[in-house]
């Protein structure tokens, strides 16, 4: 009579830690940070590094639900632009007339999430077109709106968004009023993802859209909600910059291109079906990172641009050599 062989006999495979790789390009570079200003060790100086990377990771969470179903989206460094230069101009200075601008700025970014959803989605135009062109007609009415140069007053209440520090906080110390927008977008981003039905659909669409559609899956639904979505972070962004960088026509300039690099860092596939909120939140630490690493070995702006060009080619690189591999 044989006997059943027992659980514990039989060999056991090593389990593996999945490292992201966005995580451990943003130590070393904050390593590196450290090692030649070691004051960024201190809990207040790394609140303020979050701080000012605040607007990137929020829109490299937003540019990644793009990403998950095969798109992208070029209009958000736009969108942010015209939000700054939207509420210095329909504020002008009055605090009581603050909040009711800001819904009406989340308003004007879902309608921008929208019209591109809706072209992509409808008119099948690639999303790279689409966004593009979103792009160069919302700069045009900002600057338009603006007259070319930075108009009107962004009042206390509105720059506290950006720039008011919390006081004596336990552990920490200090704690910006933009951290906790960005942990509470952060989470928000990981839930829509994790926690409901709409992050499969998003993967699923991402990595197959037709076998998707075939499915039952709301293919056109899934990609309008992703850039809506995407807009929503822009208007967030926006928000935080001219909170605490004040009114200025570049506002938003090239955050499009560093939110994509930011999700590609960190390992969110191009096409589409792969990636995740951390993906993206590491991703943009890693950009953010590099650049305060570029600024304290006092490079130019150029050549910190070329680096971010050549990073983005290699991620792209290293995601196509990980694709093969799995195939």
């Known amino acids: 009579m044989t006997t059943a062989p027992q659980a514990s006999a039989l060999p056991r495979r090593p389990a593996r830690i999945a490292l992201n790789a966005g995580l451990v390009i943003f ?40 990403m998950l179903t095969g798109g992208f989206d070029l209009s958000i460094g736009a969108v942010a632009t015209l939000v700054v230069l ?34 992509v989605a409808f008119l099948k135009v690639p999303s790279i077109i689409a966004t593009l062109g979103a792009m160069l007609s919302v700069n045009g009415l900002a600057l338009a709106w603006s007259g070319g140069a930075a108009r009107g007053d962004l009042p206390e209440n509105f720059r506290n968004l950006g720039r008011l520090v919390l006081r004596d906080v336990p552990i920490v110390g200090t704690l910006p009023l933009a951290v906790i927008v960005l942990l509470g977008f952060v989470a928000i981003a990981w839930w829509g993802l994790n926690g409901t039905v709409y992050g499969k659909r998003a993967l699923v669409v ?41 009114v200025s026509v570049n506002a938003g300039e090239g955050l499009e291109l560093q939110a994509i690099a ?5 390992g969110a596939q191009l096409l589409g079906g792969r990636g995740s909120v951390w993906s993206a939140v ?9 650049f305060t690493l570029l600024n304290l070995l006092g490079l130019p702006q150029a050549l910190r641009d070329s680096i971010q060009g050549a990073i983005l080619i290699a991620a792209v690189g ?9 195939a």
């Not at 509420?87 to 929208?114: C, K, Q």
């Not at 930011?262 to 960190?266: Q, S, T």
């Not at 590491?282 to 590099?290: I, P």
């Not at 290293?318 to 799995?326: E, W």
């Open 206 to 246: 991402g990595d197959n859209p037709r076998a998707a559609e075939l499915a039952g899956t709301p293919v056109a639904a899934t990609r309008i909600l992703a850039f809506v979505v995407s807009a929503v972070s822009a208007v967030t962004a926006g928000i935080l910059l001219g909170g605490f960088s004040g």
């Open 262 to 266: 930011a999700c590609v860092i960190g």
């Open 318 to 326: 290293a995601t196509v050599l990980r694709s093969r591999r799995r």
């Open 27 to 66: 130590v070393a570079l904050y390593a590196a940070i450290a090692f030649l200003q070691p004051n960024y060790l201190e809990p207040g100086l790394f609140m303020n590094f979050l701080r000012r990377a605040a607007p990137l990771v929020i829109l490299a969470c937003g540019q990644l639900y793009v």
């Open 282 to 290: 590491f991703g943009a630490l890693s950009l953010f990172a590099l």
């Open 86 to 119: 939207a509420a210095s101009i329909l504020i002008n200075g009055d605090p009581e007339t603050t909040w009711a601008v800001i819904g009406a700025l989340y308003v004007m970014g879902i309608a921008v999430g929208l019209v591109n959803g809706l072209v």
